[in-house]
Structures are given as C-alpha cells and as structure tokens.
C-alpha cells in the first residue's frame, strides 16, 4: 500500500492548482514580505479520513495584508479544488481577492473576483474607486469563460462587475485560460494592494472591520464548499478550518452574528436557516454591463 496520503506538504507539488498557488505567493514576495499567519501551524497537515485525498493548506501575513491564504484538496481520480483568498488588514478598504474552483473531469465550477468589501450596487464610489479601470477584464474574459448560468442570488452582493463566474468542460485549454485569468485577477489586485494608503480615520476603520467580518460571517455560514468538507474531514475538524483558517476572522473582527447581518435567515425558533438560499437562483446571463452598471434584475429572472 502507498503512503499516499501522508505527508501531504511534499505530494502538493504535483497539484496543478499548486501552480496557481506558487505564482501568487511568488508574485507577492516581489512586492512586500510575507510572514507565516499564525493558523498555519495547526492547519499545515490535515489528514483527511481517506488515503487518496490530500489537503494543502498555507497562510501568511504581510504589512498591508492581514490573511492570504490557500488551500487545495485533491481526490485521486476524482476531484480538484482551489481555494485562495487575500484579505487586507481593516486600515485598507481593498477589494478581498477569491479565487475558487471545483474541478472534476467533467466540469469546472469557477468563481474568480476580486470580492468588493462594499457592495458595489450601493456604493459607486466604491465602484469607481476600484472597478472602473479594470472593466476590459470582463471583456477579456467574457467569451473564453463565459457566464455559467443562474447563481444563488445572495452572491451577487458578494461579487464585482468583473467577476469570472463560470462552469466549463475541464480541459487543458480551459484550464489554460483560468490559469491566464487568475494571472490577470491576482496581478491586479496585488497592484492595488499596492498603491492602498493607509486609512488614520477610525470610524472608516471600523466600517471596513465591519464588512470584511460581514462577508467572513457569509462565507463561514453558507460557502458551497462546506459540505463537502464535512464529509473529508469531519464535521468538527470543518468547523475548525471554515473559522479558524479559511475565514479566519470570523470571530475576533466582529461581535455582529450571522443573523445580526441576515435576518431574513431567522427561524421561527431564532436558528439559522440551514438553506443556502433565500432567494434561490437566479441570473441566467451576466447581470452587469461593460461600465460595471449592474443590469440585473432577480424578480425578473
Ligand atoms: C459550487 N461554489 C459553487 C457555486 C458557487 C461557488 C457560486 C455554484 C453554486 C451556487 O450557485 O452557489 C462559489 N459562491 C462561491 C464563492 C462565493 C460565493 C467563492 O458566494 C463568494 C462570495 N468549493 C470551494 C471548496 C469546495 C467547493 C473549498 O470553494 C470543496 C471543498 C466545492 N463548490 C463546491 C461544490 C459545488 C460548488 C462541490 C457544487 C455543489 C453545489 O452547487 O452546492
């Protein structure tokens, strides 16, 4: 019998979303230094309950960045999967680089953005600040990775006009094309990361807290990814990764619960709606146009 599963760490470079993962941590090392998040320690290793899953997970620190953090699984002759996420510390109102993809060999299932901290239909200063002079992305991208189709429609208030969300037939090319756009997406943001100044006002401080522990309390809650982490690594080691790794921040930046920010997930009983969704599906095509300007509309469609 192999060793397979064992010692994860050195079997990871063989993943091809390690590639992925070597590019932005090296691309980030030509622009700032990178410390070891302290989560990296306990979450280095996990062995999930079957030898042909690996787990790679790695998180750091940088002066402008309060998380960038990664973690691939991989399920022999089964299934990829690519989480990457940076977060910038609350002194910064950066957009929260996402790239995730669950691959099988079927399909891929994609969403790569550049998360906005402010939801972008209310705050167009937010918008413009950010999205305006990145908008040829989308026009880039739109044909080779097109729209994959209606979306839970909580998260669209989590996306920017140029998200690349997209379900594609998992060849070489496609692949090739997202390994281009996660280039194109992580370039831009570092770049940002970047030219940020420093907030001193406190209360936009607290404000920036606030919505980056509003989008962790989203995530930690209802990411797609999470049942099926249950079922690799145990319900309670899940939790642990989904808190104090993945969304790491969930429970030291805010006080706010997840009903405190999505009340219409309250039960009659005051529990949390185990539903992923309220609203449902929703968003056949791309519900922004070429400006950024969102066009959708959920009753409609
Ligand atoms: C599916 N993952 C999805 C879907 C989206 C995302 C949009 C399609 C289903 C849907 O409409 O919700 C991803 N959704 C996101 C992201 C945000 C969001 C990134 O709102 C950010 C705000 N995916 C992972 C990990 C795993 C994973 C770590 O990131 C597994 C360990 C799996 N994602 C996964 C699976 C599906 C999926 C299995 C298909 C099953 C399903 O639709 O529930």
């Given at each position: 019998?192999?060793?397979?599963?064992?010692?994860?760490?050195?079997?990871?470079?063989?993943?091809?979303?390690?590639?992925?993962?070597?590019?932005?941590?090296?691309?980030?090392?030509?622009?700032?230094?990178?410390?070891?998040?302290?989560?990296?320690?306990?979450?280095?290793?996990?062995?999930?309950?079957?030898?042909?899953?690996?787990?790679?997970?790695?998180?750091?620190?940088?002066?402008?960045?309060?998380?960038?953090?990664?973690?691939?699984?991989?399920?022999?002759?089964?299934?990829?999967?690519?989480?990457?996420?940076?977060?910038?510390?609350?002194?910064?109102?950066?957009?929260?680089?996402?790239?995730?993809?669950?691959?099988?060999?079927?399909?891929?299932?994609?969403?790569?953005?550049?998360?906005?901290?402010?939801?972008?239909?209310?705050?167009?200063?937010?918008?413009?600040?950010?999205?305006?002079?990145?908008?040829?992305?989308?026009?880039?991208?739109?044909?080779?990775?097109?729209?994959?189709?209606?979306?839970?429609?909580?998260?669209?208030?989590?996306?920017?006009?140029?998200?690349?969300?997209?379900?594609?037939?998992?060849?070489?090319?496609?692949?090739?094309?997202?390994?281009?756009?996660?280039?194109?997406?992580?370039?831009?943001?570092?770049?940002?990361?970047?030219?940020?100044?420093?907030?001193?006002?406190?209360?936009?401080?607290?404000?920036?807290?606030?919505?980056?522990?509003?989008?962790?309390?989203?995530?930690?809650?209802?990411?797609?990814?999470?049942?099926?982490?249950?079922?690799?690594?145990?319900?309670?080691?899940?939790?642990?990764?989904?808190?104090?790794?993945?969304?790491?921040?969930?429970?030291?930046?805010?006080?706010?619960?997840f009903l405190?920010?999505?009340?219409?997930y309250?039960?009659?009983?005051?529990s949390v709606n185990?539903?992923?969704?309220?609203?449902?599906?929703?968003?056949?095509?791309?519900?922004?146009?070429?400006?950024?300007?969102?066009?959708?509309?959920?009753?409609?469609?």
């Open positions: 019998m192999s060793s397979g599963g064992v010692g994860g760490g050195s079997l990871g470079a063989g993943l091809p979303y390690h590639k992925f993962v070597s590019f932005a941590l090296e691309e980030t090392r030509l622009r700032t230094t990178l410390t070891p998040h302290p989560s990296q320690e306990k979450f280095k290793s996990i062995k999930p309950n079957d030898d042909n899953t690996v787990f790679n997970a790695l998180s750091s620190s940088a002066p402008k960045i309060r998380l960038l953090r990664s973690l691939t699984i991989e399920k022999k002759n089964s299934y990829q999967v690519l989480d990457f996420a940076a977060f910038s510390e609350p002194e910064y109102d950066l957009p929260i680089f996402c790239a995730n993809v669950f691959t099988t060999h079927a399909q891929s299932i994609v969403v790569l953005d550049l998360n906005p901290l402010y939801d972008t239909t209310v705050h167009k200063d937010y918008k413009d600040k950010y999205y305006r002079s990145i908008m040829p992305l989308v026009h880039k991208y739109n044909e080779l990775l097109p729209w994959g189709g209606k979306i839970t429609s909580e998260s669209l208030k989590f996306f920017s006009p140029i998200v690349i969300w997209t379900i594609f037939e998992s060849t070489e090319h496609n692949h090739h094309v997202l390994h281009s756009a996660f280039v194109d997406y992580y370039k831009v943001w570092l770049e940002l990361m970047d030219q940020a100044i420093k907030e001193n006002n406190k209360a936009t401080i607290a404000r920036n807290q606030e919505e980056q522990h509003k989008y962790l309390t989203w995530r930690a809650e209802k990411d797609p990814g999470y049942p099926l982490l249950k079922k690799l690594i145990g319900e309670s080691r899940a939790e642990d990764l989904v808190m104090e790794f993945l969304f790491e921040g969930v429970n030291t930046l805010g006080t706010k619960s405190d920010y999505f009340p219409e309250a039960r009659d009983d005051g185990k539903k992923r969704s309220m609203i449902g599906k929703s968003f056949e095509t791309r519900p922004w146009d070429a400006n950024g300007e969102f066009i959708g509309d959920a009753e409609a469609q």
